[in-house]
């Protein structure tokens, strides 16, 4: 039996699936936006040599649970805590990519006892700019156009191509994940909690959540910003803003790669990963005194 299949608990009445295997120090994967535990599959196997990894799929996303409810990213937060809690999990490193980074960030800040370290891979909540796609699906009205932009039977071909070309030795990584988010949308269930979601982050104009502000309490964590140099969906800058924004962080922008570092360049995504794991103790469980570092900024 697949050691990283699905399994489920059942939270707060609501079913959530996560995927898990490993041991050692606990390093928790939270995917992007319309993405799963899957987008994890060429990195999870490798890092659970020397941890214990745990890859949820978010309520309203892979094979979870889309009730209807709050889809903020406060809600996130304290649905992982839970789910945390439910595995007996007391801490973790925590790796975000895109929206799961904006999670991860809002984990660190209102949960800091949690985090032993943060990690953040093409993150959103980091600035205004995102791609123009992203932007057009929160226009009003975009959510009685999706059934039309996303139907089931393009969906279920395009999955029959990837596999073509999987067999013929084409690799496009990205190109695949990108279709494997698309495809997520072809259900009713899936685009209802998809466009609740990105509502609460995105606007036509741009990202409306920026954690730029408060990303100073994250100074006592260990940090590491991993951004894929040509990520046409979130712009490099928002990585060096970030890491400005975080004293001792550490920062590297991957050549050549787009916005899913962990599909299109697994190997050095794991190489630079799990040097930082290795190099870096757990920071302290809280930050210090929450009143003096506020009024000290």
């Known amino acids: 039996m697949d050691r990283f299949e699905l399994a489920h608990v059942v939270i ?19 995917h992007g936006l319309a993405g799963s535990s899957h987008t994890w599959r060429a990195t999870q196997p490798s890092l659970a040599r020397t941890n214990d990894v745990i890859a949820p799929d978010l309520l309203g996303h892979g094979e979870s649970a889309k009730p209807m409810g709050d889809y903020s990213l406060g809600a996130f937060a304290s649905g992982l805590r839970d789910l945390l809690a439910v595995l007996d999990v007391p801490s973790a490193t925590i790796v ?28 959103g909540g980091l600035g205004r700019e995102v791609s123009w796609l992203l932007r057009l699906v929160t226009l009003p009205g975009a959510e009685h156009l999706m059934p039309l932009v996303f139907p089931r039977l393009v969906a279920d071909r395009g999955d029959d191509l990837n ?7 084409v690799r496009a990584p990205r190109l695949g994940e990108m279709w494997r988010s698309y495809a997520s949308l072809a ?24 954690a ?9 964590l260990p940090t590491l910003i991993v951004w894929g140099e040509r990520d046409d969906i ?64």
């Open 96 to 123: 975000g990519h895109s929206f799961g980074g904006g999670v991860a960030m809002q984990l660190a800040y209102q949960h800091p006892e949690l985090c032993d370290r943060l990690v953040l891979v093409g993150s």
């Open 234 to 297: 979130i712009p490099v800058r928002h990585a060096h803003a970030a890491h400005e924004a975080i004293p001792g962080s550490r920062l590297e922008i991957l050549e050549g790669v787009g916005h899913f570092p962990h599909v299109e360049a697994p190997d050095q995504f794991l190489s630079v990963l799990t040097e930082f794991l290795e190099s870096t103790p757990p920071g302290p469980t809280a930050p210090g005194s929450l009143s003096d570092l506020i009024r000290a900024r």
């Open 212 to 220: 730029l502000d408060r990303l100073y309490l994250a100074a006592h």
């Open 187 to 210: 259900g009713t269930a899936d685009r209802k909690a998809f466009v609740r979601t990105i509502r609460g982050v995105i606007e036509p104009g741009g990202q409306t959540v920026n």
């Open 12 to 30: 707060h009445g609501h079913d959530v699936r996560y995927r898990r295997g490993g041991a050692g120090d606990t390093v928790l994967l939270i």
């Open 163 to 169: 596999r073509l070309l999987s067999r013929a030795g």
